[in-house]
């Protein structure tokens, strides 16, 4: 299991392969155990807890980003169950700035106490409106008071105009958005993705608001979970998980090291110039010995959002297309990577076409190593993507260099 001991400023430690490094990984993640028939509220919640965050992400090409990680580790699911955790005020999760926007289980909301400080402290990003009008920002706190949760477009006042930049937000907008990052606001749900805004306490339980841990504590905890659902990482895996600083990091790793919840390792190839590179190791990862998966991954998975880690993982270069000038794309506007058992073998590019009820691949890419039966393993992930989002049919553009694959299993089954 162990590729043998190793030394870091003269310490000895032990060393992993990269082999093991990625299966470690991908299990964190949860990935090669046998999938639920039929999943459920139950199995969808242990996903998202598993991962501790869902980003949250406006395209819905294919389908939102959110959803995806499930659809990755679970199969077809009901995304009502999603829905049902992540909205409400009885739901699991409530949405806040965690790693980009993202679901987080409402248990972590007092472990951002330091995030929102800061946004409080900068006053505002944007042009200092926030700081300097005051008074929108406290006639929107007792207009949320009175009438209860609203989105942005429902408030009537005289600064809700859509103008200039920021997406053509209204000043209301604007002033939600910032009071969102500094916790004065909350988001209990999204009606047609648009953001339904509440004050803390019509949505949260007072245990949770009146938490106040110190930020040590908050930072400790938070890499704490992020090397639970890594599994092995390096300083820069465990600050990017919530997007933190690496200096705020360092603390917490020295504690977590002392307590026995990182083990400290290293991995050949993980450093500079191809030497090995120091990691930790969680204390309760699994080091599977193999690893059968088969996945389309949202670009926005944790498995492949840090793209350094990544390349360092799986040597995969990967940057999503979206705003890339049609033209100069190479793999297409929304490609899912695609996971067969310990490496990613392709990418595909997918476009729910609802109105027609086919899934459309756009193009359909396979790595220079991608093993033979790469097409038949993709095939039946497209046939229950397709199903998930309602769709009676696949059609390929033809384009990619494992379309002819794709379109001769296509054409077998």
Request: proline share 7%; hydrophobic share 45%; glycine share 8%.
């Amino acid at each position: 299991m162990w590729a043998g001991p190793g030394s870091l400023a003269g310490i000895m430690v032990d060393q992993i392969s990269p082999a093991l490094a990625r299966r470690i990984a991908l299990a964190a993640q949860g990935f090669g155990g046998p999938r639920p028939s039929a999943p459920g509220l139950r199995q969808v919640r242990g996903v998202a807890e598993r991962l501790g965050v869902l980003q949250i992400d406006s395209v819905n090409v294919f389908e939102r980003s959110h959803y995806l990680p499930a659809l990755s580790r679970l199969g077809p699911y009901d995304r009502a169950h999603l829905d049902r955790l992540a909205y409400g005020r009885r739901g699991r999760f409530v949405e806040y700035w965690a790693h980009q926007a993202a679901f987080v289980p409402r248990e972590l909301w007092p472990l951002f106490g330091f995030r929102r400080a800061g946004y409080l402290a900068k006053g505002s990003d944007w042009g200092g409106y926030v700081s300097d009008n005051r008074p929108l920002s406290e006639w929107l706190v007792d207009e949320l008071r009175a009438n209860g949760p609203m989105r942005a477009s429902e408030i009537e006042h005289d600064a809700n105009e859509r103008r200039g930049p920021w997406w053509g937000w209204s000043d209301v907008k604007r002033t939600l958005e910032w009071m969102f990052r500094t916790g004065e606001v909350v988001c209990v749900e999204r009606v047609r993705f648009e953001r339904v805004y509440a004050l803390p306490e019509q949505a949260l339980p007072r245990e949770l608001l009146d938490a106040s841990p110190s930020e040590e504590d908050q930072v400790r905890e938070l890499v704490g979970l992020a090397a639970s659902a890594l599994g092995i990482a390096t300083e820069a895996d465990l600050a990017d998980y919530w997007r933190m600083l690496r200096s705020q990091v360092k603390p917490a790793i020295r504690d977590l090291e002392e307590a026995g919840v990182l083990l400290p390792v290293e991995v050949p190839g993980w450093g500079s110039n191809g030497k090995p590179g120091r990691a930790w190791l969680h204390a309760d990862a699994r080091r599977p010995r193999r690893m059968e998966a088969a996945a389309l991954l949202s670009p926005f998975d944790p498995v492949v959002w840090f793209r350094p880690r990544t390349e360092r993982l799986f040597d995969f270069h990967y940057r999503i297309e979206i705003y890339t000038p049609e033209p100069d794309r190479v793999f297409g506007y929304y490609s899912l990577p695609l996971l067969v058992d310990e490496a990613i073998v392709g990418r595909v590019d997918l476009k729910a076409d609802r109105k027609a009820g086919v899934l459309r691949v756009q193009s359909a890419w396979a790595e220079a190593d991608a093993p033979e039966d790469t097409a038949a393993r993709l095939v039946p992930l497209l046939r229950d993507a397709a199903a998930w989002q309602g769709l009676d049919d696949i059609a390929l553009a033809g384009r990619g260099t494992l379309s002819p694959a794709v379109a001769s299993e296509l054409a077998r089954a």
